[in-house]
């Protein structure tokens, strides 16, 4: 079945009191189909600027849907989870200079691999929902909740964590999830005790990080997922997060038994783990019986791989959280601690002006995903209460 071109549009004019005024001069992509149905394709001009008009025929919510899910999953089983051992094998100074290469090669490129969703940030899904008059964000008036996640892939990462950036963290009044490898290296419990202790979150970052469990046969996947049980018990952990962000709709469907929540689908994901791969949106929802916790900020692997600089990183982290929290979405931003990655000086730096830039602005608040998991369907709840 051949998957329906998208237009991407430019938002020109909206009137104030549209839900979609948030949107004013973005960029967007949208099925022309949708277009057509709604009328909008007579709003175009000759260079795709998009008038939205007072009023719009009903847009179907399936229509929402479908776009969300153009490029949700992993369709294509990358090269790292179909070798006879383990990627990890491969040092991992070596994964990075490849990485390094790949993305400096690509990076002036992105319309290859960044078509939809676009790079570094694409709301399409957030803006056609909010067309189509659906039920607002929960987040729309504010304040819009910040999340901080490190995904912990070595010993040095869980020893980097507790020692560099919860201190960090603890000063500006946040707390962060730490997603971590139960079967792929020798945990040290202790640091891990610490870093619950001081009122931060555990999670789980997979199996073995060998980028296998998205794809295996279903008595496999389970396997791998009771791996992690004691690890579940212990820290009372209800999200997961899968390595190298590879998902598919088999893991989504087998993570629910497990947990109350995934966090694997970036809003935009650039280069990797592949080429156009993201949900466009911000907001949390449901998929496979789970919920969805975007990662919608660009990742610090991500920005690495194409070459930004620690401040660069940084002021792409403030752009896009600022359109964010416009949009009624959640600021969920992916580090790495190991000194490759987030756990050196400069990286650190970045960081620190990250969370003082949102801690002075009454726009964002400090959350978990548990607090953001009730702030978004606390109305659905109410309902089946009743």
């Known amino acids: 079945m051949e998957i329906e071109r998208l237009i991407p549009v430019r938002i020109r004019e909206v009137p104030a009191d549209s839900p979609v005024a948030w949107a004013k001069g973005m960029q967007v992509s949208l099925p022309r189909s949708t277009l057509e149905k709604a009328g909008l394709i007579d709003d175009l001009d000759a260079n795709d600027n998009l008038t939205i008009p007072a009023e719009i025929?009903?847009?179907?919510?399936?229509?929402?849907?479908?776009?969300?899910?153009?490029a949700a999953y992993t369709r294509r089983q990358p090269v790292s989870s179909r070798l006879p051992v383990s990627y990890q094998m491969v040092p991992a100074r070596l994964r990075s200079l490849i990485a390094l290469v790949m993305g400096r090669w690509k990076r002036r490129r992105p319309e290859r691999w960044a078509t939809f969703p676009r790079w570094p940030l694409d709301l399409s899904v957030d803006f056609l929902s909010d067309l189509c008059g659906s039920e607002p964000s929960p987040f729309r008036s504010g304040p819009t909740p910040v999340l901080l996640s490190h995904d912990l892939d070595s010993p040095e990462g869980l020893k980097n964590v507790v020692?560099?950036?919860?201190?960090?963290?603890?000063?500006?009044?946040?707390?962060?999830?730490?997603?971590?490898?139960?079967?792929?290296?020798?945990?040290?419990?202790?640091?891990?005790?610490?870093?619950?202790?001081r009122g931060h979150e555990v999670g789980i970052h997979g199996y073995d990080h060998a980028n296998r469990t998205a794809f295996c046969d279903p008595d496999q996947q389970r396997e791998r997922l009771e791996g992690a049980s004691e690890l579940i018990q212990r820290y009372d952990i209800i999200g997961y997060r899968s390595p190298s962000l590879l998902r598919t709709p088999s893991l989504l469907k087998s993570l629910?038994?497990?947990?109350?929540?995934?966090?694997?689908?970036?809003?935009?994901?650039?280069?990797f783990p592949v080429p156009n791969n993201g949900c466009s949106s911000a907001r949390p929802f449901q998929i496979e019986g789970i919920v969805e916790i975007p990662i919608s900020l660009p990742r610090d692997g991500s920005l690495k791989a194409l070459g930004y600089s620690p401040d660069e990183s940084l002021q792409f982290w403030i752009r896009c959280g600022e359109a964010i929290s416009r949009s009624g979405g959640v600021v969920v931003l992916l580090t790495h601690c190991e000194a490759r990655f987030s756990g050196n000086a400069p990286a650190l730096d970045a960081y620190r002006h990250f969370l003082e830039h949102v801690s002075g602005s009454n726009r964002y608040l400090w959350s978990t995903p548990g607090e953001v998991l009730e702030r978004a369907f606390e109305k659905t709840r109410v309902n089946r209460a009743s």
């Open 57 to 70: 025929p009903p847009i179907n919510p399936r229509d929402v849907q479908d776009l969300r899910s153009r």
């Open 163 to 197: 020692r560099k950036f919860l201190e960090l963290e603890e000063k500006v009044g946040a707390r962060s999830s730490s997603y971590i490898v139960p079967c792929g290296w020798p945990i040290d419990y202790g640091l891990l005790d610490e870093l619950k202790d």
């Open 256 to 271: 629910r038994e497990f947990y109350r929540y995934d966090t694997s689908i970036p809003t935009s994901g650039g280069l």
